[in-house]
Each structure stands twice: as structure tokens, then as C-alpha cells.
């Protein structure tokens, strides 16, 4: 395994505008038609960007190999090779066809003449050495997975153990949706052009990117200005320090319903996350057999023997705030206390068995409401196989936030948070060391803690979400991503909800 796993993710992205395809050609046809920018000159800029980056990262590099593919990607990887020529780097460009049309067949001339002979890809077992290839196949315009000689390009430049940069979009990944239909390029760095394509941040694309720089080309921010993007990154946030004179009440009560016989994990990993994440008093509704343990690992939660919705009515009535779902179960027992939460009116947070019985049992949330499905939940609760879903993350999550009524956070890779309106933000933070048991509870009682401390909905969903991709990628620093443990995310994510790590 030569190159693991890599954060898509550099710093100064705060906040970054994501657009889609669509809206990313209407602004390469704004900066061609309305500033008078030739095709061929944003090309230009566009492999020199690329091949700037190149040599940043490696300075050492002396032979490239440029992939060439046959529409304006392509294109761009001709002019970088012609641009990479001419400072004297040893180039080598291999194409999948010489049938290039417009300004990538100008490119492919300009590459020519500067002395590079582009040779047409035929697959001999190997691909000529080189210090960086760079991947110039497919960009913005990939219609389907690549195929053939293509694919088998791909596989090539994956198994040559050269580092690889991308050029706008790794090969084979939808720069719109994140979906990754087939064979695609695994690059080290990936250098988009004008504007940050959403699909490269969620679902398969993260793992595909590497390190996602964007250059936006030189044009001017006026090109930008009315032209609002499809989403936006997480910002990095904390809460404010807390008053002098706060008392436990003025950090809210949530209560965390859950932990049918059998599953006690579930909802004490979700009570403990709801205390660290700083709410004032957390309450557990759970089975009978539960509370010894969860008196002795855990005394700061105050646990209660709930065996049906009368005994719960009396914690509903003092709590501010609901986590509802982890270990319920869709039981008799889960069933009758879901119910009585929802009738309760108050705000809550639903996951795992909570969106399971929404599933069975649909209807609008009146309350403030965040559902924190994975995709399989996520499919349940629109009807839609995990594939759909996958295929465009990015609809799912609007849809599920339009169809009932609550901010919705689609778990994964870059994971999602959409709200009703079509707000939606990517989380660029976290890793796979988090694909591991209780990682959702944690997630759940997170978000519980900042709602019941003051945070709307949408504002709870997001930095929660932020918080707690970020204490994974803290936890799993100097130690690595297997073997880690839910419960390991606590201590970081204390810190960096005071502000205090990095
Ligand atoms: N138009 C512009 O203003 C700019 C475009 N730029 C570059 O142009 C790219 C977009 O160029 P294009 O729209 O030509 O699209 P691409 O170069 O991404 O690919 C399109 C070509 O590949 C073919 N194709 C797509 N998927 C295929 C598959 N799976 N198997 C076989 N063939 C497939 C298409 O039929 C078409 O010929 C951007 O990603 C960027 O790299 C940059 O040069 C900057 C400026
Ligand atoms: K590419």
C-alpha cells in the first residue's frame, strides 16, 4: 500500500465555496465570453497552475509522465508538458487518442513544438519511469466510469508507485457528486481550476484527491459575485467561553433515550459525548439492567430505569433537549418511547434505531429536529437503495432535510449537513480510523449537548459535525487509524471545544 489514505484537506479552506459542474462551466463560459479570456489562455494558466504546484511539492522531480486524455483536460496536460519542457524537465506524454478537438488539439500542437512527442497509450504491462505523473485523462466532463484502455491506463498509473498529481479532477471520479463509477486515478495532490468542485470533497472522491489545492486562475473576484455557490466547507469552530457566573442549569438537560436489554454501549458512549460536549446535566432513559453499570463507569450521568412511556414522561418534562435512538431498538419498548418523545415537542437528535422507526413510521417535524443517518438509514428513510444515495450524496441529504422537516446530516466520508431550505455544508475532517462501533452515538450526544446549550439546529448540526470529524483526526495522530475507539474522541474533542487544540 503505497500511499494511505490522504485528508483532502489543507487549512487555509475554511468556509471555501463549493460549486457544481454546472455552475463551474458557467463560469468558465462568464470568464470566455464576458472578461474575454480566450479558452486557451484560462488553459494556459490553467497547466501552468497545475505544474507550479508540481514542482512545490516536488521539488526534486526531474522526469514527468503526463497522461493525456481526449477532451480539454487533455488539454491542459499537453500545455503542461509543453510548460514543463521548456524549463528543462524531462517529459514524456503517453494519450489515449491523438483525435484532439479545439483548444486541447492547439495544446497537443504547442506540446509538439516544444519538443514532445505524445505517444499513444498501449498497454505493455508497465508505464515509463518518472518522478511525478501527472493524470490529464478526464476532468469536469466525465460521463461514465472509464473503460478499456483507458481503465487500464488508470490501473497503470495507480500500481507505478510514482507520486501522482491530478490535474482539476482525479480521472474516473464525478467532480459533481463524488461517485466513483469505476477504475480512477488515486492522486497525491489535486490542483482544481477557478472554483472547488463539490464532488471532490464527499462519498468516493476524498479518497481519490489527495491534497486538493485550488488555483483560481487569476480572474478577478468580480466573476464571482453573483454567483453563489452550491455549498460551502465546515469552518473550523469552538464555542464561546462561558460566562463567569454560569450555573449547570444554563447549560441545558438533555436526556438520552435508548439501550434496549442487551445493548447498554450504545447509549452511555452517547451520555458521556453529551457531558464532554458540555451540556449542564444529562439524564438516560434506559432498561432496568443498564443503571448499575452505568452508575459505576460513568456517576456523572444520571441514569433511570425506564420499562415504558409512562415512566418517561416525567424525565421528558424536565429535559431541554432529546438524543434519541442509540441501542433503542425497534421493539415494543423502543416503539412506545420513540412516540412519546416525538409527542413531547421538544428539540431532539435522532439516529440509529430513531431513524429506523421514522422510517416505518414518516410524518414532519414540527420541533427543531437533526437526523444523523448513515447512508443505509439514509436509504430507509427515502425509499432509495444505498446506491442511490451514494450516487448523489448531495440530493439525498436535501431530500431527506425537505421531506421531514429537520436539518439532516448524511454520515460518510464528507459527511453532509443540508438543511430544509437547501443550505447545505461538506465536512472536510475526519478518517476511516472512524468506521468503528459508537462512533454515531458520540456524534448524537454532541449534537444534543449544543442544541441544549444554545445553538440552533442547523448551527448545532454543523459544529458538532466539525467537532467530532476533527477529534478523530486528533485521535488518530502519532497513533494511527486502526484500533481506534470511539471513547478515544473524548479528550480531544473537550479540547477543541474549548478552543484549546490545534
Ligand atoms: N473550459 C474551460 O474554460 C477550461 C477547461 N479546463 C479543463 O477542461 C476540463 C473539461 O474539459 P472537457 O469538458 O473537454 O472534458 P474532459 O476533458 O474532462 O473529458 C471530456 C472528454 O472525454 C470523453 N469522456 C468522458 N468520459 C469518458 C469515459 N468514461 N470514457 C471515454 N471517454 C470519456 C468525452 O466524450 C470528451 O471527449 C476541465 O476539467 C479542466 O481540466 C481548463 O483548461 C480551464 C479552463
Ligand atoms: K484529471
Not at 463560469?27 to 464576458?34: S, Y
Not at 483507458?150 to 480521472?171: E, F, T, Y
Not at 441545558?252 to 435508548?258: D, E, K, P, Q, S
Not at 453532509?416 to 472536510?428: I, M, N, S
Request: charged share 20%; hydrophobic share 50%.
Amino acid at each position: 500500500m503505497r500511499r494511505p489514505y490522504n485528508r483532502p484537506m489543507t487549512a487555509n479552506t475554511q468556509g471555501l465555496a463549493l460549486h457544481t459542474v454546472e455552475q463551474a462551466r458557467a463560469l468558465d463560459r462568464r470568464a470566455i465570453d464576458g472578461l474575454g479570456i480566450a479558452g486557451f489562455e484560462l488553459m494556459r494558466r490553467a497547466a501552468a497552475a497545475a505544474l507550479a504546484a508540481l514542482r512545490r511539492r516536488w521539488p526534486q522531480a526531474q522526469r514527468l509522465l503526463v497522461c493525456c486524455g481526449p477532451g480539454n483536460n487533455g488539454g491542459d496536460g499537453y500545455l503542461l508538458a509543453a510548460l514543463a519542457r521548456e524549463d528543462g524537465l524531462r517529459v514524456e506524454v503517453v494519450e489515449l487518442s491523438a483525435a484532439a478537438r479545439g483548444d486541447a488539439a492547439l495544446a497537443r500542437e504547442a506540446c509538439v513544438r516544444a519538443g514532445v512527442a505524445p505517444r499513444q497509450w498501449e498497454d505493455d504491462g508497465t508505464l515509463p519511469h518518472a518522478d511525478v505523473v501527472v493524470d490529464a485523462l478526464y476532468g469536469t466532463g466525465l460521463r461514465r466510469a472509464p473503460e478499456g484502455a483507458a481503465a487500464a491506463l488508470v490501473a497503470r498509473i495507480n500500481a507505478a508507485g510514482a507520486p501522482v498529481l491530478a490535474v482539476d479532477v482525479p480521472s474516473g471520479v464525478d467532480a459533481d457528486t463524488g461517485r466513483v463509477p469505476g477504475a480512477a486515478v488515486r492522486a497525491d495532490v489535486t490542483v482544481t481550476f477557478i472554483v472547488a468542485k463539490r464532488g471532490l470533497y464527499t462519498g468516493g472522491a476524498p479518497a481519490h484527491t489527495g491534497v486538493v489545492e485550488l488555483d483560481a486562475l487569476g480572474l478577478p473576484a468580480a466573476l464571482f459575485r453573483d454567483a453563489p455557490p452550491d455549498a460551502r466547507l465546515l469552518a473550523a469552530q469552538a464555542l464561546p467561553p462561558r460566562a463567569r457566573d454560569a450555573h449547570k442549569g444554563d447549560n441545558g438537560h438533555v436526556l438520552a433515550i435508548g439501550g434496549d436489554r442487551g445493548t447498554a454501549g450504545a447509549i452511555r458512549l452517547c451520555g458521556e459525548a453529551a457531558l464532554r460536549a458540555g451540556a449542564g446535566l444529562v439524564s438516560v432513559a434506559t432498561q432496568a439492567e443498564h443503571i448499575a453499570a452505568l452508575n459505576a463507569a460513568r456517576p456523572e450521568l444520571m441514569a433511570h430505569a425506564v420499562n415504558g412511556p409512562q415512566a418517561l414522561q416525567p424525565l421528558l418534562a424536565r429535559a431541554g433537549v432529546l438524543a434519541l435512538g442509540p441501542g433503542l431498538g425497534q421493539g415494543a419498548w423502543g416503539h412506545a418511547l420513540w412516540l412519546a418523545a416525538l409527542d413531547s415537542g421538544k428539540p431532539l437528535v435522532l439516529d440509529a434505531d430513531g431513524l429506523n422507526l421514522l422510517a416505518r413510521d414518516p410524518r414532519r417535524f414540527a420541533q427543531p429536529a437533526v437526523l444523523t443517518p448513515h447512508p443505509g438509514e439514509a436509504a430507509r428513510l427515502l425509499g432509495a437503495t444505498v446506491a442511490q444515495v451514494q450516487a448523489d450524496r448531495f440530493a439525498a441529504a436535501r431530500a431527506l432535510a425537505a421531506r421531514y422537516g429537520a436539518v439532516a446530516v448524511l454520515k460518510g466520508a464528507g459527511s453532509l449537513v443540508a438543511e430544509p431550505d437547501g443550505r447545505l455544508d461538506v465536512c472536510p475532517w475526519g478518517n476511516p480510523g472512524m468506521a468503528s462501533g459508537g462512533m454515531g452515538d458520540l456524534l448524537t450526544g454532541i449534537v444534543a449537548a449544543l442544541l441544549a446549550q444554545g445553538c440552533s439546529a442547523p448551527e448545532a448540526a454543523r459544529l458538532g459535525v466539525g467537532l467530532h470529524a476533527r477529534a478523530g483526526d486528533l485521535a488518530v495522530r502519532g497513533e494511527g487509524e486502526r484500533g481506534l475507539l470511539a471513547s478515544d474522541l473524548l479528550a480531544p474533542l473537550r479540547r477543541l471545544l474549548n478552543g484549546i487544540a490545534a
